[in-house]
T-cell receptor, first 114, second 113 residues
Framework: ETGVTQSPTHLIKTRGQQVTLRCSSQ?????VSWYQQALGQGPQFIFQYYREEENGRGNFPPRFSGLQFPNYSSELNVNALELDDSALYLC?????????????FGQGTRLTVV | DQQVKQNSPSLSVQEGRISILNCDYTNSMFDYFLWYKKYPAEGPTFLIS?????DKNEDGRFTVFLNKSAKHLSLHIVPSQPGDSAVYFC????????????FGKGTKLSVIP
């Protein structure tokens, strides 16, 4: 059973550019959530996908968008990058997304915007 | 407005002693509480959880206590081991919608040999 994997592990982008981060969910998991962890902060919920549909969104602007594919892998896209978007982006998968369901996290993608 | 608060950024404990990590929350709609551990360059890993209908849950060396009236929970690690040194995040979720996790800022635990 493979765990949650994210790519790339590190990325440097210029302000104003666009970025795509990728996540392969754990086998058998149909729910994927994305979190942003700024330095010294806890992870903050961006959005969740359940069976290819967005199933909830945190307080992030529309330039943060996502996709979930039929194999339940997922992408996070960020347009018009800002310096404050520099953070660790975490993907988490869970089997059903139900209440109290344990989420399994990937190792994250460290994004630096310069 | 922080709904989940971990007021101690760091904690140092001697090996073999008890580690107590605290967490407070403000949203009375939270129904589930989870603790995650994070090592550098790794994603958070799940430790233990508790439902709001319980006041205690135990798993080996880890015990979580929930005081719903005080909106407070704590994680006890007994005995503490050097491998427990990590950042511990308290997280909470409701029982409707996307069940998103709301995290605290974390407490860095150092277990001294």
């Amino acid at each position: 059973e493979t765990g949650v994997t994210q790519s790339p592990t590190h990325l440097i982008k210029t302000r104003g550019q666009q970025v795509t981060l990728r996540c392969s969910s754990q086998s058998g998991h149909n729910t994927v959530s994305w979190y942003q962890q700024a330095l010294g902060q806890g992870p903050q919920f961006i959005f969740q996908y359940y069976r290819e549909e967005e199933n909830g969104r945190g307080n992030f602007p529309p330039r943060f968008s996502g996709l979930q594919f039929p194999n339940y892998s997922s992408e996070l896209n960020v347009n018009a990058l800002e310096l404050d978007d520099s953070a660790l982006y975490l993907c988490a998968s869970s089997p059903t997304g139900g209440a109290g369901t344990e989420a399994f996290f990937g190792q994250g993608t460290r994004l630096t915007v310069v | 407005d922080q709904q989940v608060k971990q007021n101690s950024p760091s904690l140092s404990v001697q090996e073999g002693r008890i580690s107590i990590l605290n967490c407070d929350y403000t949203n009375s709609m939270f129904d589930y509480f989870l603790w995650y551990k994070k090592y550098p360059a790794e994603g958070p890993t799940f430790l233990i959880s508790i439902s709001s209908i319980k006041d205690k849950n135990e798993d080996g060396r880890f015990t979580v206590f929930l005081n719903k009236s005080a909106k407070h929970l704590s994680l006890h690690i007994v005995p503490s081991q050097p491998g427990d040194s990590a950042v511990y995040f308290c997280a909470a979720s409701g029982s409707t919608g996307s069940y998103q996790l709301t995290f605290g800022k974390g407490t860095k635990l150092s277990v001294i040999p």
